[in-house]
């Protein structure tokens, strides 16, 4: 268990920054298609974004541990084993599957940010902005 939550964490933690690097990405997105710049705006969505999926998903478990009729009192049972581990496996990929499909809709690769970009740099050396924003 200790190997596999070692390389679990080594796989997961590059994806933390790249999250990060995503959400500035969608911010000159936004500005690049609406000429407006509203970063502040597309960083606080995203982070109401995930704060509501946390407590949706702390509700979530809440439910289907109700559901599964969880009692602290009452030993566990073998269906209810079943239930805790259908939670930690299955319904977690079921909701990973879910949002790889969504992802597979992000369309801004390298070439279309480096696009955006040098546009978004044009436009303010245009209106005078570049020594203002970086």
């Known amino acids: 268990m200790l190997a596999l939550q070692v390389l679990l964490q080594l796989i997961f933690g590059p994806t933390i920054p790249i999250l990060w690097s995503m959400m500035a990405d969608v911010a000159d997105y936004s500005e690049w298609t609406t000429y407006r710049r ?48 259908l939670m930690v496996s299955v319904f977690p990929a079921a909701v990973l599957m879910i949002a790889v499909g969504v992802l597979l809709g992000y369309r801004l690769d390298d070439v279309m940010l480096k696009r955006i970009e040098d546009e978004l740099r044009a436009r303010r050396v245009e209106s005078g902005l570049a020594a203002t924003v970086v």
Not at 49 to 76: C, D, H, M
């Open 38 to 85: 509203s970063t502040g705006l597309a960083f606080a969505s995203i982070i109401f974004g995930l704060k509501l999926g946390l407590g949706v998903g702390a509700w979530l478990n809440g439910e289907l541990l109700e559901r599964f009729q969880y009692s602290a009192t009452v030993p566990i049972s073998t269906s209810f084993t079943l239930a805790i581990r």
